[in-house]
């Protein structure tokens, strides 16, 4: 089974920190991505990465960047953190680039709690 | 524009009775098309997808979904609910972002099973 970890369950920090979320997948996916679930939002695409070193932005990446150094390892960072982005941090991967007939493998979630 | 829609916010349903779930999509091209369910503090764990052939398809847990190309349609149906289905439910379809495809979710319906 694929398994996605994301470093923290849930994380307090201040207005302006640096923030970095961490999540690591196990099953040599090519695709990885971070989401911000809100409620009565759903699910919003930050980021998303199909390859070492590559990134695409999604349809919120505004006050976000990523790092993907390595095919299993792909990190969000809050450049300075604001109460807005108080939110459940949700990271997923998936197998390949292709066609995109490929499920998902999501992690738990950050619980990320700006102050 | 690339869009999945959840018209319900909640589904409440009696132990035992049917439930269906409903979703409509507007993709280009072929409509890869997904569902996933979220328990209370976890992340979105894969139910069931269509990617070509029967109308009907049958994923994890007793889940079926029906596709309806007239319809533009992909609800979610399970013959006799039970309590433990209560959860959030998500659909998904794929869209073309430059060379790769990723998923866009619905808002979520919340199913409650009452016993």
């Known amino acids: 089974d694929v398994k996605v970890t994301q470093s923290s369950r849930y994380l307090v920090k201040r207005t302006g920190e640096k923030v970095f979320l961490e999540c690591v997948q196990d099953?040599?996916?090519?695709?990885m991505f971070w989401y911000r679930q809100d409620p009565g939002l759903g699910l919003r695409l930050i980021y998303f990465?199909?390859?070492?070193?590559?990134?695409e932005k999604g349809d919120i990446p505004e006050g976000y960047s990523v790092s993907r150094e390595k095919k299993e390892r792909f990190s969000l960072i809050l450049e300075s953190a604001s109460t807005n982005q108080t939110s459940m941090y949700l990271c997923?991967?998936?197998?390949?680039?292709?066609?995109?007939?490929?499920?998902?493998?999501f992690g738990d979630g950050t619980r990320l709690s700006i102050l | 524009a690339q869009s999945v829609a959840q018209p319900e916010d909640q589904v409440n349903v009696a132990e035992g009775n049917p439930l269906t779930v409903k979703c409509t999509y507007s993709?280009?091209?072929?409509?890869?098309l997904f569902w996933y369910v979220q328990y209370p503090n976890r992340g979105l764990q894969f139910l069931l997808k269509?990617?070509?052939?029967?109308?009907l398809v049958k994923g994890s847990y007793g889940f079926e979904a029906e596709f309806n190309k007239s319809q533009t349609s992909f609800h979610l149906k399970k013959p006799s609910a039970l309590v433990s289905d209560s959860a959030l439910y998500f659909c998904?379809?794929?869209?073309?972002?430059?060379?790769?495809?990723?998923?866009?979710f619905g808002r979520g319906t919340s199913l409650i099973v009452h016993p």
């Open positions: 269509y990617i070509t052939g029967d109308n």
């Open positions: 998904a379809a794929r869209r073309p972002s430059g060379g790769s495809y990723i998923p866009t």
């Open positions: 990465s199909y390859d070492v070193k590559m990134k």
């Open positions: 993709v280009s091209g072929n409509p890869y």
């Open positions: 997923a991967s998936s197998l390949s680039r292709g066609l995109g007939n490929q499920p998902q493998h």
């Open positions: 099953m040599d996916h090519e695709n």
